[in-house]
């Protein structure tokens, strides 16, 4: 009988797929037999636990140069160590191509950062900020064929936004080269009126941020990315959805058959615009974009989550410290809402938080939590299925999950480099003890203890959702 490394056993095992029992062995890192009695060097009892695929979180930004002074809190280490810690063994965070220089560059300096520091797997979307000819005929075709298969578009933010025409550039490179394409979907021109009236009104506090990126203006952006996909004839995955105005699109585009798929994010089912109310520049912690909305939008997400309107869950963890002049203060505790670094941390409680007020409470199953976690993650952006399953030949990038245990939310138990959580104080059942990266411990016994540098780049295939499916007016 073949001994394995390392056997899972008696657990309880859900993909995307399936729910089933039975023992998981692992040699060399690799997924390589699934059945009874297997036997091996090391057995893992997993009795009364539930065996998951490790999560697959496709949004987050690492190290990714801001330039507007301000620095992310967390690089390759610290942030994979967090999500690691969280049961996730993949990330995917953005090279960002900075206006005035190539994408090329971008990428080279993304694996300087990544190199010998990340504690998991990793790949690299692409951030597109310029459309030269440089970027178009040679630069990003090149690039989807050496495994960066996926690129951000932006509608809004000065430093990194596309005009309609340059989306349709490179909404056409997609659908030529095989590339996903994400799209953070806010009208640009909405948001920059707004703020110019609530500065001249004196009405600067963070809370107004909530009200400078109202519904409509993500309602807007999306329906006009969605027209621009459908010109072109493209899947696209539209980012961070918040609620009602902007799923309402996003239905519209698949009940009529169109390849728009969509991703939402912890801050829109656990905050509201209430948490950037908080006195003495608290509310700061909270501000990213689109902001949280109300208890009704969460109710939204909810069911967009629940009825399949949404196919991938990610952190978008943006890790600035609040405490920090480089930070959410880089502007100083008065600075208006405009000059505070976008974003909040959460790529170590994306897991937990969902599994807890969604599997555990009945509103989806572990298949459906699955598939939003990890397995979509990984199809949609050409990892599957080395990444998001439990399957012979599959990476044995497991977690093991206690789904009777309840924790308390801290920021003095999560393992990123952030100074605070913005789901402090908020009790969750369900939390993994053992998590292994290519069949290694990275989390065992609920204790880290993963190595730097065990993570490895991904290079990603060409994601079959990405094909067009011949609807659009494009020939």
Known sequence: MTVHQMVIRNGKIATAADVFTCDIGITNGKIVALGENLDGDEVIDATGKIVLPGGVDAHLHLDQPTGDGSVMADDFHTGTRSAACGGTTTVIPFACQQKGDTIRNAVNDYHTRAEGRAVVDYAFHLIVTETTDQVLGQELPALIEEGYTSFKIYMTYDALKLNDREILEVL????????????????????????????????????????????????????????????????????????????????????????????????????????????????????????????????????????????????????????????????????????????????????????????????IDLRRFVELTAANPARIYGLYPRKGTIAVGADADIAIWDPHRTVEITNDILHHNVDYTPYQGIEVQGWPTTVLSRGTYVVKDGEYCGTEGHGKFLKCEKPDPAKPKGMGRMI
């Open 172 to 363: 056409s490179v997609a659908r030529r080269d095989g590339a996903m394409a994400m799209i953070h979907a806010e009208n640009t021109d909405c948001i920059a009126w707004l703020t110019d009236k609530l500065e001249q009104a004196g009405q600067t506090a963070p809370h107004f941020h909530g009200a400078s990126r109202p519904q409509i203006v993500e309602r807007e952006a999306t329906h006009r990315a969605i027209s621009l996909a459908e010109l072109v004839d493209v899947p696209v995955l539209i980012v961070h959805v918040s609620g009602q105005a902007a799923i309402e699109q996003i239905r519209w585009a698949q009940n009529r058959g169109f390849r728009v798929y969509a991703e939402t994010c912890p801050q829109y089912l656990f905050l509201t615009a209430d948490d950037m109310e908080a006195d003495n520049f608290e509310g700061a912690k909270c501000i990213c974009s689109p902001p949280p909305r109300d208890k009704e939008s969460q109710q939204d997400v909810w069911r967009g989550i629940e009825n399949g309107t949404f196919q991938v869950f990610s952190s978008d963890h943006a890790p600035f410290r609040f405490d920090d002049p480089k930070g959410k203060k880089i502007g100083g505790t008065k600075a208006d809402f405009k000059s505070i670094p976008n974003g909040v941390p959460g790529v170590e409680t994306r897991l937990p938080l969902l599994f807890s007020e969604g599997v555990v409470k009945g509103r």
